[in-house]
């Protein structure tokens, strides 16, 4: 199965910063790669498919950038309502496996 | 808009079993797969499988091979899961979502509690 690692677990951060998270695939998995953003309490809910493509309605501070086994989920202003788990998704082979999870939440 | 709308939350026995459901409406059932998701606090989330809501075909990840049962019911677009012989460790929240580019959408999960 492809592993997917997550990095850091968590972090802290202010209203404003600039946010990187890093999530590295065991294999190669092309572009197969979205990320979630999962508040409490609440479902995953998906803004970056297929690495770089924001889905609908979801802010422009959120991009989504890499390929093969290294992807990156940045937020350019970080905003009060983004402290939330946020998870890497690869589809590109069965079973179908999320990374760990990176916590962020503000200082 | 798409809508994803699961059961309640079930308490089951171990050693029972539970059927749960996911009814979609907002799109053409039929046209995307639908996938289920387990997640827990010590495991974070796993994909279970998915089903072909055309075909009721099915991919199970080998792990929950003869834990998880996925079937549709085309009349009334709905998918469901079923899990048996049940443990503590199949305590979770269960999500489906259906699929493309992944999971797009997902409904509001089902805790799952195993209990005695």
């Known amino acids: 199965n492809t592993v997917m690692t997550q990095s850091p677990t968590s972090m802290f951060t202010s209203v404003g910063d600039r946010v990187t998270m890093s999530c590295k695939a065991s294999q190669n998995v092309g572009i197969n790669v979205g990320w979630y953003q999962q508040k409490t309490g609440q479902s995953p809910k998906r803004l970056i498919y297929w690495a770089s493509n924001r889905d609908t309605g979801v802010p422009d501070r959120f991009t989504g950038s890499g390929s093969g086994t290294d992807f990156t989920l940045t937020i350019s202003n970080m905003q009060a309502e983004d402290p939330a788990i946020y998870y890497c998704?690869?589809?590109?082979?069965?079973?179908?496996?999320f990374g760990g999870g990176t916590k962020l939440e503000l200082k | 808009q798409v809508q994803l709308q699961q059961s309640g939350a079930e308490l089951a026995k171990p050693g029972s079993s539970v059927k749960i459901s996911c009814k979609a409406s907002g799109y053409t059932f039929t046209s995307y797969y639908i996938s289920w998701i387990k997640q827990t606090t010590g495991q974070g989330l796993e994909y279970i499988g998915y089903?072909?809501?055309?075909?009721?075909?099915?991919n199970y990840n080998e792990k929950f091979k003869g834990k998880a049962t996925l079937t549709v019911d085309k009349s009334s677009s709905t998918a469901f899961m079923q899990l048996s012989s049940l443990t503590p460790d199949d305590s979770a929240v269960y999500y489906c979502?259906?699929?493309?580019?992944?999971?797009?959408?997902w409904g509001q999960g089902v805790m799952v509690t195993v209990s005695s």
């Open positions: 998704l690869q589809h590109n082979s069965y079973p179908w496996t």
């Open positions: 089903i072909n809501t055309g075909s009721g075909g099915t």
């Open positions: 979502a259906r699929l493309y580019g992944g999971c797009d959408y």
